[in-house]
């Protein structure tokens, strides 16, 4: 369940503590003119750095080139969660990286393994966040939202809180 979390500090761990638990995102290259793509990731706090596997010839491959901004967004599970990320995405030859984040899945892309020489590590470096926290009880939140349609009153329905984040710095 997301709590709705008042302070910015605790809106930056709550976000950490959500991409390590949420497996798959949506990742895009901005400006690429492609949609974003489903990956997974792995969320490293203490290095402030969000990592990809993926292949040399695939278009996000090509789209990041030398380096490009990059937006990821994901929900939780249970959709009490939204966030919207964006930060700076590179190539990393990072090689003891890759082999502690390379898993079975991963193989499953690359016809050598670990070892195909299309394996790329893509490093994303998050430099702000939008995100949304709302109550889990679909229920309660339909109801306020209900209640809110029927009112004369021009207060918008009260269904969770909204940060925007500066992830430029590690916490």
Known sequence: ??????SEDHAVDQLWLQL????????????????PQPMTH????????????TSS?????????SGATGQLTFASEKQ??????RGHLSF????TKLDELFTVAASAWFEQGRD???VRLLKFQPSDAAVWASEDNMVLVGLRLLRASLSSSED???VGVHHVLNLREPA
């Open 92 to 95: 990393s030859n990072d090689s």
């Open 80 to 85: 009490d969660y939204h966030a919207s990320v």
């Open 20 to 35: 390590s638990r949420i497996r798959a995102c949506m990742l895009e290259v901005k400006d690429s003119g492609q949609h």
């Open 156 to 158: 918008e329905p009260d």
């Open 116 to 118: 195909d020489p299309k």
């Open 1 to 6: 369940m997301a709590r709705q979390v008042e």
């Open 57 to 65: 010839d695939t278009d996000l491959a090509v789209a990041v080139g």
């Open 42 to 53: 792995f969320a490293d706090r203490k290095s402030n750095t969000i990592w990809f596997i």
